[in-house]
Every structure is written in structure tokens, then in C-alpha cells.
């Protein structure tokens, strides 16, 4: 008996009058998942790319893979550091799945529940888009974030930030910022300060002891500060290759390109958002530069924090950016120009990255009229100059 | 070639069943199929009942709304039986063929000596008036406007069609007499493609126009855009070159000849070829190319993205020159966004690696089926559209203008300039499965109604 007879077996029971029919939504989730269902086109375009949603978003995970293997070594290489450790790589990698995993199935769980019983109560099939969602909220929050503040954070990010708007698709901002735009203003002392970006650091100035320190105290001379906070703390080569402390998936700029290499290859996300975004940030710094005595060179701000990764994995979100191609430009520009202008003058905050990306979020539908009145009038012109 | 066009923005599908450039065999067909439905927009009133004998080109419908509009018969034969559907609606007229075709003389003509007035009545008498299509909307023309130009593409580039170069090979006369008779009403442009010498190049009395690159390059109306885009309150009729072809010869002969080479193509259709036929032909008198049951075929009047699903009781339309004939994909497909490879479909789209087999064999083609490949959501992906619609238009919110029935922002976004067959591309390539012709459809049909 294959897999495909029992599902069909079972699948009455979770139709219409079936006893667990409140369970459609997930059983199509789930039966979708496995097979590619048999519907066929009625009219209209007879055939069909093979690409699907679910096609993209799996796109969108795997180029997520780098910087998500990078950030659980990095979890038990700065633990290891912070405590004077001698340990192995497979150690090291061990803390760093003990330390993640349970983050991935706070917010997978949370929020695919979620889903599920949305998509159940309108009716709709799941939407896949929480699968980048729950894979990238993981990466963007300090390793020792409390599970349940992950769990609410997750819920509020998905029915306030996406389900209230019907769903993905329909959300303006993007969730996973939300989620940890929700963490970073309810509960500060856990997202930001010199404590947080290491495992086991902040329990153990709490209580005297964490997880896995082997009996060490911190090492002397530990700062466990960001980059951002402490631009001297770290060489450039560490910055790049992602051996500092910081939210779990931000510091390895090398998994990062990886990661956009994939999106931009595979056309999954808008290298010209990437690219945009870049370019603002370094004009913000140079410019900041010559104003802010204390800046850092422009260039490093690519490599500091999360805006790597947010111009990359956040800003690029296809729901949530600007829709018109030239509307991407300005978008992604002023992404990475807001991003640095926060970090340049704004001191309560020391990354602008999140806060960027909300704002133009919010506006990349205005960015998206103007563009379009801009084509339609030119267009008129020249159909005027044509009659 | 001064005014040649480059078209970036498209797709060729490489799907498979190819007809070959010959014509097997004349059809006589049994039953010849006459439906209202192929005319947007139409209102038709009966002119015949069950048991009347009509000639090729006696009347069998006429336009309510212009009774002078008359729909004619392509064969003779003898009127067999009315189909309606709920509410009376008139939905077939089919008439039993006889084995030789007769038909009503409406006098050769001396194309130089009439004037717009004569030939629009000739058309319009003949039946043959229902081969203007009028822009916006795609409804048949009203004789009554004043059109910018009569638009005819002389090539085509949807997957499989019918060759045009091959399909009207020593038709040059016709099309001529029918371009100078059109030409009385309004100026013909007539785009070519750029990279292929035509034999129609040397007409006389067309704008002629060059168009290069991908489908949807040959779509009339994406070439519209280019040429002289249709704002609002202007017309543009369209032809197309076969229908050219029935217009010159009614002028020349005086008799209706709709037959034309019609290509049977497509995955399913055994050894894919030409026909010579009548518009109405019935689907099951094509036994040849699909076999003995025809299970499990889509029976596709036109082209795989924009034809119509006519079913093996349907017939072809009133302006298809090409049938279609996919395979039904209703089967399960374990795991298969993410199956890395997926060589038996095909997918434009990177996150797949049909570009690296387009690269390493780039004649390969693909037995496309007709399963949708996923189920549908939000638009999510923004920039797959524009890559497959070389117009300057914002595909993605004028679909949105029509799902929510906004006439202004329809205007706004286009909706003058596009017909369903546009936007075709668009919905093959949505990896978000949305029905964009359909959404489309109810946008055009909206405007009819609401600006009527």
C-alpha cells in the first residue's frame, strides 16, 4: 500500500461532514505538501509553469541554510569563548542546536498554529509563507531570548502583523520584524545590551551559573558587546567571516551572500532592492562621516549588525517591498539610508536595520503610487505625441 | 527596416507537438457548429430553424442590437439542430454538411471602384464582418465608429501556431483585394516579424510594421501598444491574416470560403499536421489525431494559453486556425516542489534548471499537461509578470482594479489596450496559480456593461 492510497483512505474523514473536517485546512496542508494535487486547469492559460509558491518559498529557505548553520556554530563558538572553553567543533555545534532549536519549534509551532487555524476558519489553504517567516525570526533575535516572549511575539506577529490583513499576500509589513519589533519594545532588557548576544552570559551575571560553562566563570575581558556598540572590539575579518557576537543569523557576511547568491540567482528576491540598499548605506555613512566625528568608515556598515541580512533576506520580502521595479530602487535606497542614519544619529538605538525596513514597508505602497502615476502620465505624453 | 520594434519582456514555451508542415488530409466535416459565444458581447437573433437548407454564406444569426451584422454559414447543408442552454439561451446552431458545398454568389467585385460604405455592407451581408474585432473589449466591430486602423498581425508566436507563411502560401491575391478594401474604411498596419522574410511584405497599401523577439511578440495587440496605444475613447479594429484571406476572396469570387489550414498540434495529437477546414468543426471528427476514446485529452480550440477548453463534443471556434490537443494532468505528484530537477515539466523560473537543460539541448521540448502544478494564493512574487508581458503596463494592479470592479483605475491601468490573450503569459508563469485571463475577462465584460 503506497503513501498515496492512505491518504486517499483517510482524506474523507477530513471532508465535509467527515468527523475531523475542523482539521481540513491542516490535512490539505499537510496532503499538499506531499503530493502535488491533481487539479487541472478549466480555461484560460491550459498549461501551467511547474513553479509554485511553496517552490519559491523552499527557494527562500535554502538560502537561508548558510547563515542558520553559521549561526549555531557561532552560538557555541562564542559561549565557548565567553567561558574560556576548550571545545571541539562537534561541541561546539552541539550547544549551538541545543541552544536553536528550541527557538525554531517555538516559532514554527506558534505561528504555523496559527496559520492553520486561520486558514481553517476563512476556509482558505495554508499559505507557505510562514515557513520563511519561522525560519527567519530564529535568526534575527539573541540566542537566549526567553521562549514564551519568542511565543508571543510570534502570535502577535502573526495575527496582528499578517492574518488581521488576510494573510500573506496581503500583510504590508513583514512579519518577522514585527515579531522582533514587538520583543525589542516590550521587553528591552532581553533584546538589547552587551549581555544578550551571547548564550549563557546573561544567566549567569543573573544567577551565578549557566547551561554548559563547564564550572568557568566569563573570562576576563569579556565584553560581549556588538560591533555596533563597540566598532573597535572586533577586526574586519571576524566581521566578515561572522566570529562575533550578535542576533543568531546576522554576523557571517560570507553565509549572507551565500544566501543572496541563491535569492538573486534563482530571481526569488530583487537583487535591485539588494543592490539599492547597499548603495544608501554607504552614501548615509560617507556622508555621516564627514558630520559625526566618531563614525566608523561607510563600508563597515554593511558588515555591522543586521543590515546585511535585512537588506538580503528582509528587505527583499515580495509582499511586503515595493512592487514596481523602479519603485525597488528607491525603496531599497532608503532602506539602507534610514538603517545607517538611525545608527548614526539616533544613540538610544544602536541598529536601525529593523526599524528601516517597518518604516519603508509602510511607505513602499506611497513609493509605489508615485512610480505609477509617474509611468502613466509619461505614458499619456507620448500617446499624445503618437495621435 | 526603419521602424523595427525589439520586444525584451516574453517566453517561448518549449512544449512539444509541433504540426508538420503538411497538409494530410481536406476535411468534409459532418457537422459544421455555428455559437454565438464566439462573439463577444454578441446578441444574436435566430434566422433559421431546424429542418432549413442554407448555402455557405446564408445567413444564420443576426446582431440584435444591428440586425444589418448577419452570421453566416460556412458549408451548405441543412440546419440539423438549435442548441439552447438554461434560460433559452442560444448557445450552438449545427448544420449537417452536404458532401459538395454551395454557395450564395455575392458577385466578384472590382476592389479599386468601392467605396468604405460598399465593402462594410458586402462584409456585413457576406458574414464576414464578424471578422473585425474591435479594441477595447474584443467585441465585433461596429460599423458605426470610426476606427484608428485595422491592425493584422502577419505572423504569429503563441505555442504551436499555425504558420502563417506556410498556412496562406499563394493567398498573396486575396489578402491583397481584402487590405485595399479595408484600407477604404481605415488605415491597415500590418506588423511582420523582423527576423523572417515574409511573402506578405509586398502588399500594397499596408503600414507596414517590425516586431522582434519572444511571445507575446505576434499578439496584435501587444503590437497596438507599440504602434499607436488605444486611449480612451479611440478604436482599433483587428483581423486576423486567414480571416484576410476569407475577405479576399469573397471579394474576388463573390463566394464565402472560410476554409482554411488549420494546424492540429499539441503532446497528445498523433503525428501533428495541418488540415484544410471550415470554422465549427466538431472534435470528434478528428479521431485521426487523438485516438479511439479521446480520454484524458484537452481538446483546446486555438492555442494552449489562451484557447478555448471546447471539450470532444465542442467545436472549434469561428477564428481559430489551430487546435490543441494536451493531456488531462490530473494525477498526484509526490513531492514535487521539491523535487530539484523536474525534467518532464517545464518551468521559466530559476528555481528550477530547465535554463541549464535550455542551455545544453535547446531544441528539447516538453509534453506539457494541463495540471495546475500547485494551489492558488495571494499574489506574492511581484516581478514575474513584467518579465512576460512586453507592454508598459502594471499587470499586477490592473488585475487587482478588475477583481475589485474599479472602472477608473481599470482605465487607468490599461484595460483599453488588453485583451485576456495578453495577459496569457502572465497566468502560465503565476507561480501563485491565479486565473489572471478569467479576472481579466470579468474586467472587460464589466467595462461593456458599465460604459455602454
Given at each position: 500500500m503506497n503513501l498515496r492510497n492512505i491518504v486517499d483512505k483517510i482524506k474523507p474523514t477530513?471532508?465535509?461532514?467527515?468527523?475531523?473536517?475542523?482539521?481540513?485546512?491542516?490535512?490539505?496542508?499537510?496532503?499538499?505538501?506531499?503530493?502535488?494535487?491533481?487539479?487541472?486547469?478549466?480555461?484560460?492559460?491550459?498549461?501551467?509553469?511547474?513553479?509554485?509558491?511553496?517552490?519559491?518559498?523552499?527557494?527562500?529557505?535554502?538560502?537561508?541554510?548558510?547563515?542558520?548553520?553559521?549561526?549555531?556554530?557561532?552560538?557555541?563558538?562564542?559561549?565557548?569563548?565567553?567561558?574560556?572553553?576548550?571545545?571541539?567543533?562537534?561541541?561546539?555545534?552541539?550547544?549551538?542546536?541545543?541552544?536553536?532549536?528550541?527557538?525554531?519549534?517555538?516559532?514554527?509551532?506558534?505561528?504555523?498554529?496559527?496559520?492553520?487555524?486561520?486558514?481553517?476558519?476563512?476556509?482558505?489553504e495554508v499559505n507557505e509563507g510562514y515557513l520563511v517567516t519561522g525560519f527567519i525570526l530564529p535568526l534575527i533575535v539573541p540566542v537566549d531570548v526567553p521562549l514564551w516572549m519568542l511565543a508571543v511575539a510570534t502570535a502577535f506577529a502573526v495575527i496582528i502583523g499578517k492574518e488581521v490583513f488576510g494573510g500573506t499576500g496581503m500583510n504590508f509589513w513583514n512579519p518577522a520584524l514585527i515579531a522582533r519589533a514587538f520583543l525589542f519594545f516590550s521587553y528591552p532588557s532581553r533584546m538589547s545590551g552587551d549581555s544578550v548576544w551571547v548564550g549563557g552570559v546573561q544567566r549567569f551575571n543573573d544567577c551565578g551559573t549557566a547551561f554548559a560553562t563547564g564550572g568557568n566563570a566569563l573570562v576576563d575581558g569579556f565584553s560581549g558587546a556588538t560591533p555596533l556598540a563597540n566598532p573597535s572590539g572586533y577586526s574586519v575579518v571576524d566581521m566578515i567571516i561572522g566570529t562575533i557576537p550578535g542576533s543568531v543569523g546576522e554576523t557571517s557576511v560570507i553565509a549572507i551572500l551565500l544566501g543572496a547568491a541563491i535569492l538573486i540567482f534563482t530571481g526569488v528576491a530583487s537583487w535591485k532592492i539588494m543592490v539599492a540598499s547597499v548603495a544608501g548605506g554607504l552614501l548615509i555613512g560617507w556622508l555621516g562621516g564627514m558630520v559625526v566625528t566618531d563614525a566608523v568608515p561607510c563600508w563597515q556598515h554593511l558588515i555591522m549588525g543586521g543590515f546585511l541580512f535585512g537588506s538580503v533576506f528582509m528587505a527583499t520580502d515580495p509582499v511586503t517591498a515595493a512592487q514596481t521595479e523602479c519603485g525597488k530602487w528607491i525603496y531599497g535606497f532608503l532602506v539602507g539610508a534610514l538603517a545607517v542614519i538611525v545608527r548614526l544619529f539616533n544613540p538610544g538605538y544602536a541598529e536601525g536595520m529593523m526599524l528601516a525596513i517597518l518604516l519603508m514597508n509602510t511607505f513602499a505602497p506611497l513609493i509605489d503610487h508615485c512610480v505609477i502615476e509617474c509611468s502613466i502620465k509619461r505614458q499619456a505624453k507620448k500617446a499624445a505625441r503618437l495621435a | 527596416m526603419s521602424n523595427k520594434i525589439q520586444l525584451k519582456h516574453g517566453l517561448d514555451i518549449p512544449i512539444s507537438g509541433m504540426a508538420d508542415k503538411v497538409t494530410k488530409k481536406v476535411m468534409i466535416p459532418g457537422t459544421v457548429v455555428i455559437k454565438p459565444s464566439d462573439f463577444r458581447g454578441l446578441k444574436a437573433r435566430l434566422l433559421v430553424k431546424e429542418g432549413d437548407t442554407v448555402l455557405a454564406g446564408s445567413?444564420?444569426?443576426?446582431?440584435?442590437?444591428?440586425?444589418?451584422?448577419?452570421?453566416?454559414?460556412?458549408?451548405?447543408?441543412?440546419?440539423?439542430?438549435?442548441?439552447?442552454?438554461?434560460?433559452?439561451?442560444?448557445?450552438?446552431?449545427?448544420?449537417?454538411?452536404?458532401?459538395?458545398?454551395?454557395?450564395?454568389?455575392?458577385?466578384?467585385?472590382?476592389?479599386?471602384?468601392?467605396?468604405?460604405?460598399?465593402?462594410?455592407?458586402?462584409?456585413?451581408?457576406?458574414?464576414?464582418?464578424?471578422?473585425?474585432?474591435?479594441?477595447?473589449?474584443?467585441?465585433?466591430?461596429?460599423?458605426?465608429?470610426?476606427?484608428?486602423?485595422?491592425?493584422?498581425?502577419?505572423?504569429?508566436?503563441?505555442?504551436?501556431?499555425?504558420?502563417?507563411?506556410?498556412?496562406?502560401?499563394?493567398?498573396?491575391?486575396?489578402?491583397?483585394?481584402?487590405?485595399?478594401?479595408?484600407?477604404?474604411?481605415?488605415?491597415?498596419?500590418?506588423?511582420?516579424?523582423?527576423?523572417?522574410?515574409?511573402?506578405?511584405?509586398?502588399?500594397?497599401?499596408?503600414?507596414?510594421?517590425?516586431?522582434?523577439?519572444?511571445?507575446?511578440?505576434?499578439?496584435?495587440?501587444?503590437?497596438?501598444?507599440?504602434?499607436?496605444?488605444?486611449?480612451?475613447?479611440?478604436?482599433?479594429?483587428?483581423?486576423?491574416?486567414?480571416?484576410l484571406a476569407a475577405i479576399g476572396k469573397l471579394l474576388l469570387t463573390g463566394k464565402v470560403d472560410l476554409s482554411r489550414k488549420v494546424a492540429v498540434c499539441g503532446p497528445m495529437a498523433i503525428e501533428p499536421c495541418y488540415i484544410e477546414a471550415v470554422p465549427g468543426i466538431r472534435m470528434d471528427e478528428l479521431k485521426a489525431f487523438y485516438g479511439t476514446t479521446g480520454e484524458q485529452v484537452r481538446f483546446v480550440s486555438g492555442d494552449c494559453l489562451s484557447g478555448e477548453n471546447v471539450t470532444i463534443s465542442g467545436a472549434t471556434g469561428f477564428h481559430a486556425n489551430q487546435i490543441t490537443l494536451l493531456k488531462e494532468g490530473n494525477e498526484y505528484e509526490a513531492f514535487g516542489w521539491a523535487n530539484p530537477f523536474r525534467f518532464k515539466l517545464f518551468s521559466s523560473s530559476h528555481t528550477y534548471f530547465h535554463w541549464l537543460l535550455k542551455w545544453l539541448c535547446p531544441e528539447k521540448k516538453y509534453d506539457l499537461d494541463t495540471n495546475l502544478h500547485g494551489g492558488e494564493r495571494a499574489f506574492v512574487v511581484s516581478d514575474v509578470y513584467g518579465k512576460v508581458l512586453p507592454m508598459n503596463l502594471f499587470p499586477v494592479y490592473l488585475v487587482k482594479a478588475c477583481l475589485a470592479g474599479e472602472i477608473e483605475k481599470m482605465e487607468k491601468f490599461g484595460i483599453y489596450e488588453v485583451l485576456e490573450e495578453d495577459f496569457a503569459l502572465c497566468e502560465y508563469v503565476c507561480p501563485s496559480k491565479i486565473d489572471i485571463q478569467s479576472i481579466i475577462s470579468s474586467g472587460i465584460d464589466l467595462m461593456i456593461k458599465e460604459m455602454a
Open positions: 477530513f471532508e465535509e461532514g467527515g468527523k475531523l473536517a475542523w482539521l481540513h485546512s491542516t490535512f490539505d496542508a499537510f496532503e499538499t505538501f506531499m503530493f502535488v494535487p491533481n487539479t487541472v486547469t478549466r480555461k484560460g492559460s491550459h498549461i501551467r509553469d511547474c513553479v509554485d509558491i511553496k517552490r519559491v518559498m523552499i527557494i527562500m529557505v535554502l538560502a537561508l541554510v548558510p547563515a542558520f548553520l553559521f549561526g549555531t556554530w557561532n552560538i557555541g563558538y562564542q559561549h565557548a569563548n565567553a567561558f574560556g572553553l576548550d571545545w571541539n567543533f562537534w561541541q561546539i555545534c552541539g550547544y549551538g542546536l541545543v541552544k536553536i532549536l528550541p527557538l525554531v519549534l517555538v516559532t514554527y509551532i506558534v505561528g504555523l498554529g496559527i496559520e492553520f487555524a486561520s486558514a481553517q476558519i476563512r476556509g482558505h | 445567413p444564420v444569426l443576426a446582431a440584435k442590437e444591428n440586425p444589418d451584422i448577419l452570421f453566416t454559414s460556412p458549408v451548405s447543408g441543412v440546419v440539423t439542430e438549435v442548441v439552447r442552454g438554461e434560460k433559452r439561451k442560444l448557445l450552438e446552431v449545427r448544420v449537417k454538411a452536404d458532401s459538395q458545398s454551395k454557395s450564395v454568389d455575392f458577385g466578384a467585385q472590382k476592389v479599386e471602384t468601392l467605396d468604405a460604405e460598399a465593402v462594410k455592407a458586402l462584409l456585413m451581408k457576406s458574414g464576414l464582418w464578424a471578422c473585425l474585432i474591435q479594441r477595447p473589449y474584443g467585441v465585433v466591430a461596429d460599423p458605426q465608429t470610426a476606427p484608428k486602423g485595422i491592425f493584422v498581425s502577419a505572423f504569429a508566436t503563441a505555442p504551436l501556431a499555425a504558420d502563417v507563411e506556410f498556412a496562406l502560401k499563394g493567398q498573396e491575391h486575396a489578402i491583397q483585394a481584402a487590405v485595399t478594401a479595408l484600407g477604404k474604411i481605415a488605415p491597415v498596419h500590418m506588423s511582420f516579424n523582423a527576423k523572417v522574410k515574409s511573402a506578405f511584405e509586398r502588399i500594397q497599401g499596408i503600414n507596414a510594421h517590425y516586431f522582434e523577439g519572444p511571445h507575446p511578440a505576434g499578439n496584435v495587440g501587444v503590437q497596438i501598444h507599440h504602434i499607436s496605444p488605444i486611449q480612451k475613447g479611440q478604436t482599433a479594429w483587428t483581423v486576423t491574416m486567414h480571416e
